[in-house]
Protein backbone atom coordinates (compact mmCIF):
# COMPACT_ATOMS: atom_id res chain seq x y z
CA UNK A 1 0.00 0.00 0.00
CA UNK A 2 1.74 3.46 -0.51
CA UNK A 3 1.90 6.03 2.00
CA UNK A 4 -0.11 8.59 1.89
CA UNK A 5 1.01 11.20 -0.53
CA UNK A 6 3.65 13.84 1.45
CA UNK A 7 5.55 16.83 -0.49
CA UNK A 8 3.88 18.00 -3.74
CA UNK A 9 6.25 21.08 -4.09
CA UNK A 10 9.61 21.78 -2.38
CA UNK A 11 10.46 25.72 -1.51
CA UNK A 12 13.97 26.23 -3.44
CA UNK A 13 15.46 29.54 -3.84
CA UNK A 14 14.11 29.70 -7.55
CA UNK A 15 10.55 29.40 -5.81
CA UNK A 16 8.51 26.34 -5.01
CA UNK A 17 9.39 23.54 -7.70
CA UNK A 18 7.82 19.97 -8.30
CA UNK A 19 9.04 16.87 -6.73
CA UNK A 20 9.68 14.61 -9.83
CA UNK A 21 9.95 10.70 -8.13
CA UNK A 22 10.72 8.12 -10.94
CA UNK A 23 9.00 4.93 -9.11
CA UNK A 24 6.66 3.20 -10.34
CA UNK A 25 4.10 2.66 -7.76
CA UNK A 26 1.21 0.28 -7.68
CA UNK A 27 -2.54 1.10 -7.64
CA UNK A 28 -3.54 0.88 -4.34
CA UNK A 29 -5.95 -2.37 -3.35
CA UNK A 30 -9.05 0.49 -3.30
CA UNK A 31 -9.25 4.23 -2.34
CA UNK A 32 -11.77 5.94 0.29
CA UNK A 33 -15.31 6.40 -1.02
CA UNK A 34 -14.51 10.10 -1.40
CA UNK A 35 -11.93 9.45 -3.71
CA UNK A 36 -14.56 7.15 -5.88
CA UNK A 37 -17.29 9.91 -5.33
CA UNK A 38 -14.85 12.60 -6.55
CA UNK A 39 -14.24 10.60 -9.84
CA UNK A 40 -17.97 9.91 -10.52
CA UNK A 41 -18.84 13.41 -9.94
CA UNK A 42 -16.18 14.70 -12.31
CA UNK A 43 -16.79 11.44 -15.49
CA UNK A 44 -20.87 12.36 -15.13
CA UNK A 45 -20.43 16.02 -15.45
CA UNK A 46 -17.44 15.61 -18.47
CA UNK A 47 -19.15 13.29 -20.44
CA UNK A 48 -22.29 14.99 -20.03
CA UNK A 49 -20.58 18.13 -21.28
CA UNK A 50 -18.33 16.13 -24.19
CA UNK A 51 -20.95 14.28 -26.05
CA UNK A 52 -20.53 16.67 -29.12
CA UNK A 53 -17.82 18.43 -28.02
CA UNK A 54 -15.26 15.95 -27.52
CA UNK A 55 -14.43 13.99 -31.24
CA UNK A 56 -16.60 10.00 -31.28
CA UNK A 57 -12.71 8.25 -31.12
CA UNK A 58 -12.47 9.80 -27.55
CA UNK A 59 -15.94 9.01 -26.31
CA UNK A 60 -16.19 5.41 -27.91
CA UNK A 61 -12.71 4.44 -26.90
CA UNK A 62 -14.13 5.57 -23.50
CA UNK A 63 -17.19 3.27 -23.43
CA UNK A 64 -15.07 0.44 -25.24
CA UNK A 65 -12.30 0.96 -22.23
CA UNK A 66 -15.09 0.13 -19.54
CA UNK A 67 -14.70 3.49 -17.66
CA UNK A 68 -17.96 4.42 -15.55
CA UNK A 69 -18.54 6.97 -12.99
CA UNK A 70 -19.30 3.96 -10.63
CA UNK A 71 -15.55 3.46 -9.51
CA UNK A 72 -12.15 4.65 -10.23
CA UNK A 73 -10.66 2.37 -12.92
CA UNK A 74 -8.57 -0.78 -11.85
CA UNK A 75 -5.53 0.08 -14.00
CA UNK A 76 -5.19 -3.79 -14.31
CA UNK A 77 -8.51 -4.00 -16.16
CA UNK A 78 -7.65 -1.20 -18.52
CA UNK A 79 -4.17 -2.76 -19.36
CA UNK A 80 -5.97 -5.87 -20.67
CA UNK A 81 -8.08 -4.45 -23.50
CA UNK A 82 -5.28 -1.82 -24.33
CA UNK A 83 -2.75 -4.51 -24.40
CA UNK A 84 -5.62 -6.47 -26.96
CA UNK A 85 -5.59 -3.36 -28.71
CA UNK A 86 -2.81 -1.01 -29.53
CA UNK A 87 -0.31 -3.06 -26.82
CA UNK A 88 -0.12 0.24 -24.45
CA UNK A 89 0.22 -0.11 -20.40
CA UNK A 90 -0.63 2.14 -17.85
CA UNK A 91 2.04 2.05 -14.79
CA UNK A 92 1.18 4.30 -11.55
CA UNK A 93 3.24 7.00 -10.65
CA UNK A 94 3.43 10.26 -8.08
CA UNK A 95 3.49 12.75 -10.42
CA UNK A 96 5.34 14.37 -13.27
CA UNK A 97 8.44 12.67 -14.52
CA UNK A 98 12.00 13.34 -15.26
CA UNK A 99 12.08 14.05 -18.65
CA UNK A 100 13.91 11.56 -20.16
CA UNK A 101 11.94 8.64 -18.36
CA UNK A 102 8.86 10.30 -19.28
CA UNK A 103 9.97 9.87 -22.92
CA UNK A 104 11.24 6.57 -21.83
CA UNK A 105 7.76 5.05 -21.00
CA UNK A 106 6.05 6.89 -23.94
CA UNK A 107 8.88 5.09 -26.36
CA UNK A 108 8.01 1.76 -24.62
CA UNK A 109 4.08 2.32 -25.24
CA UNK A 110 3.80 2.79 -21.50
CA UNK A 111 1.58 6.04 -20.38
CA UNK A 112 2.31 7.15 -16.29
CA UNK A 113 -0.59 7.81 -14.54
CA UNK A 114 -0.73 9.73 -11.01
CA UNK A 115 -2.06 7.10 -8.81
CA UNK A 116 -3.99 9.77 -6.78
CA UNK A 117 -7.35 12.16 -7.37
CA UNK A 118 -7.47 15.36 -6.49
CA UNK A 119 -9.43 16.57 -3.27
CA UNK A 120 -13.03 17.21 -3.52
CA UNK A 121 -12.09 21.59 -3.42
CA UNK A 122 -10.19 20.61 -6.14
CA UNK A 123 -12.87 19.89 -8.26
CA UNK A 124 -12.67 22.45 -10.82
CA UNK A 125 -9.00 23.23 -11.39
CA UNK A 126 -5.94 21.24 -10.23
CA UNK A 127 -2.33 22.48 -11.54
CA UNK A 128 -0.91 19.40 -11.77
CA UNK A 129 -1.79 15.92 -13.19
CA UNK A 130 -4.04 13.83 -11.09
CA UNK A 131 -5.53 10.13 -11.85
CA UNK A 132 -8.82 12.22 -13.16
CA UNK A 133 -6.84 13.68 -15.53
CA UNK A 134 -4.52 11.03 -16.63
CA UNK A 135 -7.22 8.63 -17.17
CA UNK A 136 -9.74 10.04 -18.30
CA UNK A 137 -8.52 12.58 -20.34
CA UNK A 138 -5.50 10.87 -21.84
CA UNK A 139 -5.77 7.04 -21.73
CA UNK A 140 -8.82 6.85 -23.90
CA UNK A 141 -7.01 7.65 -27.27
CA UNK A 142 -4.36 5.11 -26.77
CA UNK A 143 -6.96 3.01 -28.03
CA UNK A 144 -6.54 4.22 -31.26
CA UNK A 145 -3.94 3.10 -33.71
CA UNK A 146 -3.04 6.22 -35.31
CA UNK A 147 -2.62 8.57 -32.06
CA UNK A 148 -1.36 5.25 -30.10
CA UNK A 149 1.94 4.99 -32.72
CA UNK A 150 1.58 9.15 -32.44
CA UNK A 151 2.35 9.12 -28.74
CA UNK A 152 5.12 6.47 -29.21
CA UNK A 153 6.83 8.12 -31.70
CA UNK A 154 6.63 11.59 -29.61
CA UNK A 155 8.83 9.49 -26.67
CA UNK A 156 11.18 8.20 -29.37
CA UNK A 157 11.83 12.01 -30.56
CA UNK A 158 12.03 13.04 -26.76
CA UNK A 159 14.59 10.62 -26.13
CA UNK A 160 16.44 12.25 -29.50
CA UNK A 161 15.40 15.81 -28.45
CA UNK A 162 16.98 15.35 -24.93
CA UNK A 163 20.34 14.16 -26.32
CA UNK A 164 20.52 17.19 -28.96
CA UNK A 165 19.99 19.87 -26.32
CA UNK A 166 17.52 21.64 -24.12
CA UNK A 167 16.17 24.55 -27.04
CA UNK A 168 15.42 21.45 -28.74
CA UNK A 169 13.26 20.34 -26.04
CA UNK A 170 11.36 23.59 -26.34
CA UNK A 171 10.28 22.66 -29.35
CA UNK A 172 8.96 19.30 -29.02
CA UNK A 173 7.24 20.26 -25.85
CA UNK A 174 5.47 22.94 -27.48
CA UNK A 175 3.96 20.38 -29.84
CA UNK A 176 3.07 18.48 -26.77
CA UNK A 177 0.97 20.87 -25.15
CA UNK A 178 -0.91 21.78 -28.27
CA UNK A 179 -1.72 18.64 -29.45
CA UNK A 180 -2.13 15.63 -27.11
CA UNK A 181 -3.17 18.43 -24.13
CA UNK A 182 -5.20 20.94 -25.94
CA UNK A 183 -5.44 19.84 -29.44
CA UNK A 184 -8.89 20.26 -31.18
CA UNK A 185 -9.65 18.31 -34.55
CA UNK A 186 -12.08 19.45 -37.44
CA UNK A 187 -14.77 17.27 -38.56
CA UNK A 188 -17.80 17.13 -40.55
CA UNK A 189 -20.06 18.30 -37.67
CA UNK A 190 -17.44 20.70 -36.52
CA UNK A 191 -14.38 21.32 -34.21
CA UNK A 192 -14.06 18.95 -31.62
CA UNK A 193 -12.07 18.40 -28.64
CA UNK A 194 -8.82 16.02 -28.49
CA UNK A 195 -6.84 17.05 -25.91
CA UNK A 196 -6.65 15.75 -22.48
CA UNK A 197 -5.91 19.05 -20.79
CA UNK A 198 -9.32 19.81 -22.46
CA UNK A 199 -11.31 17.31 -21.40
CA UNK A 200 -10.52 16.74 -17.90
CA UNK A 201 -11.77 20.54 -17.58
CA UNK A 202 -15.32 21.95 -17.56
CA UNK A 203 -14.35 25.65 -18.05
CA UNK A 204 -12.24 24.79 -20.87
CA UNK A 205 -14.01 22.59 -22.20
CA UNK A 206 -16.66 25.27 -23.15
CA UNK A 207 -14.37 28.18 -23.61
CA UNK A 208 -11.75 26.12 -26.34
CA UNK A 209 -15.02 25.57 -28.48
CA UNK A 210 -17.32 28.14 -27.73
CA UNK A 211 -16.07 31.06 -26.69
CA UNK A 212 -15.27 34.18 -28.80
CA UNK A 213 -11.53 35.19 -27.10
CA UNK A 214 -9.57 31.99 -28.79
CA UNK A 215 -8.21 31.74 -31.53
CA UNK A 216 -8.27 28.31 -33.85
CA UNK A 217 -5.78 27.91 -35.54
CA UNK A 218 -5.02 24.99 -38.51
CA UNK A 219 -2.21 23.05 -37.21
CA UNK A 220 1.09 24.00 -38.60
CA UNK A 221 4.32 22.15 -36.75
CA UNK A 222 6.81 24.63 -37.42
CA UNK A 223 4.30 27.40 -36.45
CA UNK A 224 3.48 25.68 -32.99
CA UNK A 225 7.04 24.95 -32.32
CA UNK A 226 7.54 28.56 -31.99
CA UNK A 227 4.29 29.66 -29.80
CA UNK A 228 4.33 30.39 -26.28
CA UNK A 229 1.75 29.02 -24.32
CA UNK A 230 -0.09 29.38 -21.24
CA UNK A 231 0.38 27.26 -17.87
CA UNK A 232 -1.77 29.26 -15.70
CA UNK A 233 -4.75 30.51 -17.55
CA UNK A 234 -7.19 28.72 -20.54
CA UNK A 235 -5.44 28.85 -23.80
CA UNK A 236 -4.98 31.98 -25.92
CA UNK A 237 -4.63 30.29 -28.98
CA UNK A 238 -6.06 26.59 -29.96
CA UNK A 239 -4.48 23.92 -33.33
CA UNK A 240 -7.01 22.46 -35.36
CA UNK A 241 -6.13 18.90 -37.18
CA UNK A 242 -8.09 17.70 -40.02
CA UNK A 243 -7.31 14.30 -38.62
CA UNK A 244 -5.09 11.51 -36.69
CA UNK A 245 -3.42 10.50 -39.75
CA UNK A 246 -2.50 14.25 -40.57
CA UNK A 247 -0.96 14.81 -37.35
CA UNK A 248 1.34 11.44 -37.43
CA UNK A 249 2.23 12.19 -41.12
CA UNK A 250 3.23 15.92 -40.10
CA UNK A 251 5.55 14.77 -37.48
CA UNK A 252 6.97 11.62 -38.95
CA UNK A 253 9.64 13.32 -40.66
CA UNK A 254 13.51 13.95 -38.68
CA UNK A 255 12.80 16.84 -36.50
CA UNK A 256 16.64 17.37 -36.39
CA UNK A 257 16.88 19.65 -39.39
CA UNK A 258 13.78 21.45 -38.30
CA UNK A 259 15.15 21.79 -34.68
CA UNK A 260 18.84 23.34 -36.36
CA UNK A 261 16.95 25.91 -38.51
CA UNK A 262 14.89 26.67 -35.87
CA UNK A 263 17.45 26.99 -33.54
CA UNK A 264 19.80 29.12 -36.01
CA UNK A 265 16.88 31.73 -36.74
CA UNK A 266 15.22 32.15 -33.68
CA UNK A 267 16.25 33.29 -29.98
CA UNK A 268 14.20 33.57 -27.41
CA UNK A 269 12.43 36.91 -28.20
CA UNK A 270 11.56 35.50 -31.40
CA UNK A 271 8.72 32.54 -30.32
CA UNK A 272 5.24 33.76 -31.03
CA UNK A 273 3.40 35.05 -28.58
CA UNK A 274 0.35 32.66 -27.45
CA UNK A 275 -2.20 34.87 -28.12
CA UNK A 276 -0.72 36.28 -31.79
CA UNK A 277 -2.28 35.44 -35.14
CA UNK A 278 0.07 35.34 -38.13
CA UNK A 279 -0.39 36.63 -41.72
CA UNK A 280 0.30 32.91 -42.85
CA UNK A 281 -2.06 31.07 -40.67
CA UNK A 282 -5.16 28.99 -41.56
CA UNK A 283 -7.70 31.03 -39.44
CA UNK A 284 -10.98 29.20 -38.16
CA UNK A 285 -11.28 31.92 -35.79
CA UNK A 286 -9.51 34.45 -34.99
CA UNK A 287 -9.76 35.24 -31.21
CA UNK A 288 -11.55 38.53 -29.35
CA UNK A 289 -9.02 38.58 -26.94
CA UNK A 290 -11.13 39.37 -24.34
CA UNK A 291 -10.19 38.55 -20.80
CA UNK A 292 -6.88 37.88 -21.73
CA UNK A 293 -4.04 38.43 -19.40
CA UNK A 294 -1.52 40.86 -20.50
CA UNK A 295 1.75 38.86 -19.60
CA UNK A 296 2.68 35.36 -18.29
CA UNK A 297 3.18 33.13 -21.46
CA UNK A 298 5.55 30.41 -20.69
N1 LIG B 1 9.69 12.75 -36.20
C1 LIG B 1 10.00 13.19 -34.89
C2 LIG B 1 11.50 13.38 -34.68
O1 LIG B 1 12.28 13.08 -35.53
C3 LIG B 1 9.48 12.22 -33.85
C4 LIG B 1 8.16 12.65 -33.40
C5 LIG B 1 7.01 12.07 -33.90
C6 LIG B 1 8.05 13.65 -32.48
C7 LIG B 1 5.79 12.49 -33.45
C8 LIG B 1 6.84 14.05 -32.04
C9 LIG B 1 5.71 13.48 -32.53
O2 LIG B 1 11.90 13.85 -33.64
FE1 LIG C 1 -1.54 15.73 -19.31
Given at each position: ?217 GFD ?18 FVI????QL ?51
Open positions: MNEPRRVERQQTDKGYVPVYTTAIIEQPADYPAADHDTWGKLYERQRELLVGRASDEFLQAQDAMGMSPDRIPRFSELNEILGRTTGWTIIGVEGLLPELDFFEHLANRRFPVSWWIRRPDQIDYIAEPDLFHDLFGHVPLLMNPVFADYMQAYGAGGVKAHAIDPQALVHLTRLYWYTVEFGLINTPQGLRIYGAGIVSSKGESLYSLEDDAPNRILERIMRTRYRIDTYQKTYDSFEMQSTAPDFTPIYARLHARLHAQDAIPAGEVQGTDHVFHRGSGEGWATDGDV
